[in-house]
Nanobody, 121 residues
């Protein structure tokens, strides 16, 4: 059993910043990948940024240059620093992890509950 918990969302003005955190816990042997997705009202869920256990990163074109994903492997934690926020960044942000768990050599996928980010003046 693995738990994934996001935090750090809130209401900010355009141009402001937020840092989201995602902590994975439980019987984790190793984390293969952690990513941030977002879903705005009426929109499909989209991948925003991802990071591997070796710190290889991916960013959606819409956030390149503004968002930075990072990880603390010792804490099983991934962060998303969001700068220069725009109203179109408003969405629920979800953390997704691929992990190997104790007693099972398969890769398992888990989602967090989401954290709301609202960018508005």
């Amino acid at each position: 059993q693995v738990q994934v918990v996001e935090s750090g969302g809130g209401l900010v003005q355009p141009g402001g910043s937020l840092r989201l955190s995602c902590v994975a816990s439980g019987s984790i042997i190793s984390i293969i990948y952690m990513g941030w997705y977002r879903q705005a009202p009426g929109q499909k869920r989209e991948l925003v940024a991802g990071i591997s256990s070796t710190s290889s990163t991916y960013y959606a074109d819409s956030v390149k240059g503004r968002f930075t994903i990072s990880s603390d492997n010792a804490k099983n934690t991934v962060y998303l620093l969001m700068n220069s926020l725009k109203p179109e960044d408003t969405a629920i942000y979800y953390c997704n992890v691929n992990v190997r768990i104790a007693g099972n050599d398969l890769v398992h996928n888990y989602w967090g509950q989401g954290t709301q980010v609202t960018v508005s003046s």
